[in-house]
T-cell receptor, first 114, second 113 residues
Framework: AQKVTQAQTEISVVEKEDVTLDCVYETRDTTYYLFWYKQPPSGELVFLIRRNSFDEQNEISGRYSWNFQKSTSSFNFTITASQVVDSAVYFCALRGAAGNKLTFGGGTRVLVKP | KAGVTQTPRYLIKTRGQQVTLSCSPISGHRSVSWYQQTPGQGLQFLFEYFSETQRNKGNFPGRFSGRQFSNSRSEMNVSTLELGDSALYLC????????????FGPGTRLLVL
C-alpha cells in the first residue's frame, strides 16, 4: 500500500518569508513519481512539480524548489520569498508504477500575511 | 488549449437520489481519473478510464460508477446518495496511461441533504 504524510497541517508566514512544506511517503514500488499540487480557494488542483524516483537531482524553478531524498523517503517543497497569492492548500502526491492513480497527503494550508 | 472542464459546478441533491457528473478532458488527453475530496477523508482516488475502459478502481462502494466515451469525455454516477457523499468531485486528465502529469478540473461540489 502507498501512503503520503504531510505532518504540517497549517503554516502561517509573513510575506517575503520562505516556506518549506514537508512530505514523507511510503511505497513498495521501485519506480514511482512524486508531485506537488496547489489548491487555491477556488478548488482546482494546480500542478506545480513532478519528480521521478530515479532522478534525485534537486532543482529550482522560479520561486519554487524541492528536495527529494530517497534515503529518507522525503520530498520537501520550498517557496522562496512568499507572496500573498501563495496562500492555498498544498498537496504532496505519489503515483506508483501501475496507472494513473495518485495517493495524496492530507495537505498543508499555507497562509501568507501581508 | 482549454483546460479540463467539469459540469455542473455545483449540485444539491437529497438522500436516495442519483447524480451524474461530467468531465471533458484537455483536447488530446485520453486518460481520465476521478477523485473525491472531503474534509474527513481528504483526496481519494475513485477510478481511472482509458480508451473507454476502467483501468483502475479505488475503494468505493458499487454505488459509484463511471464510463468514458469515444471522445474521451467521462461521466461518473452515484446512485442512492448518502449524506456522506457530499464532497468536491475532481476530474483529472493526462495524455496517456504512461507517466504523465494529471491536470485537474475545477471540480463539482455536491451537497446531499
Amino acid at each position: 500500500a502507498q501512503k503520503v504524510t504531510q505532518a504540517q497541517t497549517e503554516i502561517s508566514v509573513v510575506e517575503k518569508e520562505d516556506v518549506t512544506l514537508d512530505c514523507v511517503y511510503e511505497t513498495r514500488d521501485t519506480t514511482y513519481y512524486l508531485f506537488w499540487y496547489k489548491q487555491p480557494p477556488s478548488g482546482e488542483l494546480v500542478f506545480l512539480i513532478r519528480r521521478n524516483s530515479f532522478d534525485e537531482q534537486n532543482e529550482i524553478s522560479g520561486r519554487y524548489s524541492w528536495n527529494f531524498q530517497k534515503s529518507t523517503s522525503s520530498f520537501n517543497f520550498t517557496i522562496t520569498a512568499s507572496q500573498v497569492v501563495d496562500s492555498a492548500v498544498y498537496f504532496c502526491a505519489l503515483r506508483g508504477a501501475a496507472g494513473n492513480k495518485l495517493t495524496f497527503g492530507g495537505g498543508t494550508r499555507v497562509l501568507v500575511k501581508p | 488549449k482549454a483546460g479540463v472542464t467539469q459540469t455542473p459546478r455545483y449540485l444539491i441533491k437529497t438522500r436516495g437520489q442519483q447524480v451524474t457528473l461530467s468531465c471533458s478532458p484537455i483536447s488530446g488527453h485520453r486518460s481520465v481519473s476521478w477523485y473525491q475530496q472531503t474534509p474527513g477523508q481528504g483526496l481519494q482516488f475513485l477510478f481511472e478510464y482509458f480508451s473507454e475502459t476502467q483501468r483502475n478502481k479505488g475503494n468505493f462502494p458499487g454505488r459509484f460508477s463511471g464510463r468514458q466515451f469515444s471522445n474521451s469525455r467521462s461521466e461518473m454516477n452515484v446512485s442512492t446518495l448518502e449524506l456522506g457523499d457530499s464532497a468536491l468531485y475532481l476530474c483529472a486528465s493526462s495524455p496517456t496511461r504512461e507517466v504523465e502529469t494529471q491536470y485537474f478540473g475545477p471540480g463539482t461540489r455536491l451537497l446531499v441533504l
